[in-house]
């Protein structure tokens, strides 16, 4: 089993206009799993969908899965 990564996109802070930006948070969760749990979340706000990717890619670097 391996983990894959998802993005998540939620409303960030109001503040930066009169439109709240959108954020967006990596999750992990376990590829097998339809309905999979997420194992993991990001605990930042990104920007951009690439930025979230990008950080669960790293996440996946350090965490490989052993089974
Ligand atoms: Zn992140």
Same mark, same amino acid.
């Given at each position: 089993? @391996?983990?894959? #990564? $998802? #993005?998540?996109?939620?409303?960030? +802070? $109001?503040? /930066?206009? +009169? &439109? +709240?930006?959108? &954020?967006? /948070? @990596? %999750? ?5 799993? $339809?309905f999979a749990e997420r194992k993991w979340a990001c605990e930042h706000e990104h920007e951009t969908v %690439?930025? @979230?990717?990008?950080?669960? %890619? %790293?996440?996946? @670097?350090?965490? +490989?899965? #052993?089974?």
């Amino acid at each position: 089993m @391996a983990f894959k #990564i $998802r #993005i998540m996109a939620n409303h960030g +802070p $109001r503040g /930066r206009g +009169p &439109v +709240p930006q959108l &954020v967006y /948070r @990596a %999750e992990a969760y376990e590829n097998d799993e $339809r309905f999979a749990e997420r194992k993991w979340a990001c605990e930042h706000e990104h920007e951009t969908v %690439e930025h @979230a990717f990008n950080c669960g %890619e %790293e996440w996946l @670097a350090r965490n +490989p899965k #052993i089974d």
